[in-house]
């Protein structure tokens, strides 16, 4: 359940992020940006940990900042499989979109998840 909630939460991002920077991140519907944020969830399950391994030096150099282009380069491979219906022009643009949904997505899951979490017990 709180899987099917972070791909509903990035698919809101997303139509947020296209709305507000339409001419370089372009989403064709509200469809697109579901299918590209469950597609994106599979790649983070997926390519994300063997990124993040082969990259580790630069990660650890970096204090940890190496993985916003760890993301941003998943998001760039949401780009070419999802075609024309999700568009990131270029890799400046995958980076800013990545920083933002990071930070958005931790201050969701502190502010909203983790409290309602602790309330259940």
Request: aromatic share 10%; hydrophobic share 60%; glycine share 6%.
């Amino acid at each position: 359940m709180r899987w099917l909630i972070g791909v509903l939460i990035n698919a809101v991002l997303f139509m947020a992020l296209a709305g507000y920077f339409h001419e370089s991140f372009q989403l064709t519907g509200f469809t697109a940006a579901l299918e590209a944020s469950f597609l994106l969830s599979i790649l983070n399950l997926l390519v994300r940990p063997i990124l993040i391994l082969f990259t580790l030096p630069a990660t650890i150099l970096t204090l940890g900042l190496f993985l916003f282009v760890i993301n941003a380069i998943t998001l760039e491979l949401t780009d070419a499989l999802m075609g024309a219906a999700f568009e990131i022009k270029g890799f400046g643009m995958a980076l800013l979109v990545a920083i933002i949904m990071s930070i958005v997505n931790l201050i969701i899951q502190k502010t909203i998840l983790e409290p309602s979490k602790h309330r259940k017990k």
